[in-house]
């Protein structure tokens, strides 16, 4: 009997641990819904035949972000994804519905509608880190991705695909922020482009 007590409290325990970790991200989603996110990145990849690194900074706010790193200026409203390569003059305009979870050549995706794009396989908790294991909703060439929290803020993050490379990314100077973002480009910003592709 006393067995059974115990393992029924030690289940509740867990059961209740799992909670509160899914809280912690809950209320970093609901955040990132209503206000907007600063932070800088880094990455490594692993496991293909040529793996690389990067770099950059991000804001984002629910579905919208903008994202500079690896020479890319790239902006989505939700609705319209800008991809601007400046150095070569370039600009890509798309609809972004149906927007593939493309992490290295956008990694504001990460947090960007986290609670929309994944769901919580399982969590833990140990030294001050909230750990998850999230697997994509609809993404068949993402196995999961591991996101640590701390004090509810992203530090580091770890993607794995399916074909068995993997992808590390640390995440610095993360903060919210009230300053407006900016999600697309203007008239004047467009003409300074001399090649413009529009697939919308």
């Known amino acids: ?28 989603s609901a955040r990132l819904a209503e206000s907007s996110a600063e932070f800088e990145y880094s990455f490594t990849t692993s496991g293909s035949d040529t793996p690389f690194a990067g770099s950059g900074k991000a804001i984002v706010a629910g579905p919208c972000y903008r994202i500079e790193g690896n020479g890319l200026d790239i902006r989505c409203d939700g609705k319209i994804r800008y991809t601007a390569d400046p150095a070569a003059g370039e600009l890509v305009i798309e609809s972004a519905d149906g927007e593939a979870l493309d992490f290295l050549s956008n990694p504001a995706l990460l947090l960007s509608d986290i609670g929309n794009n994944f769901t919580v396989r399982k969590s833990s908790k140990a030294a001050g880190k909230d750990v998850y294991e999230l697997v994509p909703v609809n993404e068949p060439s993402v196995e999961s991705l591991s996101l640590t929290l701390v004090k509810g803020q992203p530090t580091e993050a770890a993607l794995k695909m399916k074909d068995g490379s993997q992808a590390n990314f640390i995440v610095s100077a993360f903060r919210f922020t009230d300053e407006p973002g900016l999600w ?13 592709t529009d697939l919308r």
């Open 1 to 28: 009997m006393k067995r059974r007590i115990l393992a029924s409290a030690c289940l509740l325990l867990c059961m209740a641990g799992l909670a509160v970790a899914q809280d912690a991200l809950k209320t970093l």
């Open 184 to 196: 697309t480009f203007s008239e004047k910003e467009k003409a300074g482009y001399a090649n413009i």
